[in-house]
């Protein structure tokens, strides 16, 4: 069974940085890809921020190339999001997610005052 814990959300300011941290247990992570996503309110839909293949090739959205970036331990089972330069608009819950799977961590909250 496939489970995801997130971490390192926080309230900051615009400007600052963050790192966030998608623990997943089970046999699947090394041979995975795994995305980041945001839900910028309650009722909206997700939308994808970055992801990592098994290989460590990444992929981002448009909004977050060259600020964020995603890297993956396969010793530690962890996939994390460095978030760098952040701006108001970055402000929502992010979810990590192992592609192909339905299921999805409780989210960590990035909040980002102007």
């Known amino acids: 069974q496939v489970q995801l814990v997130e971490s390192g959300g926080s309230l900051v300011h615009a400007g600052e940085s963050l790192r966030l941290s998608c623990t997943i247990s089970g046999n699947i992570f090394s041979r995975s890809t795994v995305a980041w996503y945001r839900r910028q309110a309650p009722g909206m839909l997700r939308d994808m921020v970055a992801l990592v293949t098994s290989g460590g090739t990444p992929n981002y959205a448009d909004y977050v190339k060259g600020r964020f970036t995603i890297s993956r331990d396969n010793a530690k089972n962890t996939v994390y999001l460095q978030m760098d330069g952040l701006k108001p608009e970055d402000t929502g819950r992010y979810y990590c997610?192992?592609?192909?799977?339905?299921?999805w961590g409780q989210g960590t909250q990035v909040t980002v005052s102007s």
């Open positions: 997610t192992v592609v192909g799977f339905t299921v």
